[in-house]
């Protein structure tokens, strides 16, 4: 499984390299798998976020016009009063 910061920089050193996310999933059992595709000799840079936080982070790709290309519930936390909160990781691109 790969920790979040990993998907986070391979995501980025992706899009720096002028890929497109094309498919990002998987599960905390198997591991997640993260997938780009470009134009043979394309470097151009994409713009890209990442937004890992609790409850659903849409809201950052969303309100700077990227389209989401990547979301995944990656874990839980348990917060300072013992209820569980979703973790999850969305990927925006443009």
């Known amino acids: 499984m790969w920790p979040v910061m990993a998907w986070k920089n391979a995501a980025a050193a992706l899009?720096?390299?002028?890929f497109i996310v094309t498919a990002f999933g998987g599960n905390t059992t198997r591991g997640y798998?993260?997938?780009g595709t470009k134009d043979s000799g394309d470097m151009t840079p994409r713009p890209i976020i990442v937004a890992t936080e609790p409850n659903t982070p849409l809201s950052p790709g969303?309100?700077?016009?990227y389209a989401l290309v990547g979301?995944?519930?990656y874990g839980v936390n348990t917060t300072?009063?013992?209820s569980a909160q979703d973790l999850y990781a969305?990927?925006?691109?443009k």
Do not use: D, Q, W
Not at 15 to 18: H, Q
Not at 62 to 65: C, G, L, P, R
């Open 90 to 93: 969305a990927i925006y691109e």
């Open 33 to 35: 798998l993260l997938i």
């Open 71 to 73: 979301f995944v519930r």
């Open 62 to 65: 969303a309100t700077a016009a």
């Open 80 to 82: 300072a009063t013992g």
């Open 15 to 18: 899009a720096s390299e002028g």
